[in-house]
């Protein structure tokens, strides 16, 4: 009988033991899990900083005056800046009016529900769908004239834009529609519902609801929403080569001509790359930088403006 | 007195339900706009990746497998090098991304989680033709130095293929995986995690077996979103993949020299194709088949997501 009680006493001494031991060794696992995670936030941090600092160290010494100013594309980047802001403000032209108009749709007004599921099928699709493949499908439909298909006596042909900047914008558009869409749906979503509920109670319409009320509320989402869109425009390199060309002529660089074709900054640093020159590396590196710093500021600015919009006049933080 | 302003009253209501109306249907067609759009692509490139089949009679089994179509390669080289490079790609970037996504929601100080998390997202800010340069200045030299060291032969590779690529991808994919990872952890309801705690779990092993698989169906949707990134990108791939007719694998283990991957995958071959071509042609025809292809991954992996997600517990 003693003997059997030293025993138990024994297996219960030993299953502390044991049990001890599996604590000290889970706190262990634990340090090293701590351990691991911290690292890799401090390598994903130091990855971006030497990305940034990386681009900007070599791309430093051939920015000067003229590489701005020269619209010719041995010396500067003038007319490649140029056709950047300008690609972006008319596709912005083409994407507001649709993306918001949508955003609306589906935020307020949708109530069939088998239309907003194929919408939003629709969307993620396309906010998935390759960009080299928006630009194949901008070459067929903008740019070419050729006879696409034919469904009995219907014949259809591409529009014929050329490799132009209506093209490159209208590529630019349909590749980022869903994106403005989705951002934009987000900032309307989060304007709270007794705002609309206060509105639609003292007797204003929907419409008047949503122009009037929601709309100036989610303002500083929608300006953040139409940035994010503006850094991924200013990005796009695949779908602007089938769609807006290149265009290197002098001549061209600061003509609003429509049907020219529009070199932007991010297709520069390609076709600097591909198609190489005695210096074309120095303006390649010049080039990322300036393309860099410009997403990285529109970023950036995006959310601090977002911020800040937030705080002054939805009174509400983020 | 009100039945001097009542007709003015009436008038107004009147034309604010008509604006009401206009508004709705306004908004209504910029919706059915943007289906149009994604129809009309379908449509469109449809019609032109079908011509393979139908006036090139080339059969789905040729085109495919077949070594003896698109210059002598087959599309299998471009199949195999697409999925070759989302799993290499994926290996990279999933442990990565979810590690942060459980430094920022578990370990991180509110405020260092917050810049951690704006660093992540400015990386999907950086645009595809930057991250292809960085591939050629850094990454291609890195793998070169790293694999010819193992092999002990300096002039092994150069650099260029699917393991460049691979790496290249896995930080382009990383804000999507991490960004949907975090917002499905913090979905998790506190009490799963003091539960956990609670019952003398240390911090690693709640993150293991409790909010992992709590969140498992948001990270593979991330997962799944990135998987999509990773087939459609062209430029950053185009730059470093290096562009050699062999299947990643099976060619190189036959040659003995799995690790130096030159290869192809679907985009890069449209990319370099697509500006060479007559207005017509068999061979035009293929990109365009593969360029539906394309579409309809996308397509297909959208609904895969979009299923898990509906499955998800916390939202």
Known sequence: MSASSIATTKTVEARAKIAANRRARARIYDRIATGTLWGLAGFITLVFLYIVTYIISKGLPYISRDFFTSGNPAIGIAAQLFNTFYLLILSLLIMIPIGIGAAIYTSEYAQNQRFLRILRFAVETLTSAPSLLIGLFGFLFFVANIKIFSVGPITVHGMGLQFSRISGALALAVLNVPWLLRTSEDALRAVPGALREASLAAGATKWQTTLRVVIPAAIPGLVTSILIT????????????????????????????????????????????????????????????????????????????????????????? | MASVSLPKQRKARTSSKVWDRAGNIGVLIMGSIVVLIVATIFIFVGSQAFQTFTVDHISPGTFFFSKDWLYSQGTLVLTAGS????????????PLSVGIAFFITELAPPWLGRILRSIVELFLGIPSIIFGLLGVAIVIPLVKNLINSV????????????????????????????????????????????????????????????????????????????????????IAVALVIGGSPQIFGIDHLKNGQLFIGTTSVMTTQIFHDFPNQATSGPILDSLWTLSFLLLSISAVLVFVSRAITSRSVYK
């Open chain 1, 230 to 318: 503006s850094g991924r425009v200013i990005g796009e390199t695949a779908a602007l080569i089938f769609t807006a060309g290149a265009g290197g002529s002098v001549k061209d660089a600061f003509n609003l001509g429509l049907n020219r074709p529009g070199e932007t900054l991010a297709y520069h640093a390609y076709s600097l790359y591909s198609e190489p020159s005695t210096n074309s590396e120095g303006l390649r590196a010049g080039t990322s930088l300036v393309l860099i710093v410009l997403v990285l500021v529109i970023n950036i600015s995006a959310r601090v403006l977002g911020n800040f919009l937030n705080n002054r006049f939805a009174g509400r933080r983020a």
């Open chain 2, 83 to 94: 999925i070759s490079l989302v799993l290499l790609g994926l290996l990279i970037a999933v």
């Open chain 2, 151 to 234: 092999a002990g032969d300096k002039y092994f590779t150069t650099g260029d293929g699917i393991f460049a690529a691979a790496f290249i991808v896995a930080f382009m994919v990383l804000p999507t995986i991490t960004t949907i990872s975090v917002d499905s952890i913090a979905a998790i309801p506190r009490e799963l995690r003091e539960g956990s705690l609670a019952l003398g779990a240390t911090r690693w092993q709640t993150i293991l077996k409790t909010l992992l698989p709590a969140s498992l169906s948001g990270i593979m949707t991330g997962v799944i979103l990135g998987a999509a990134r990773i087939i459609g990108e062209t």
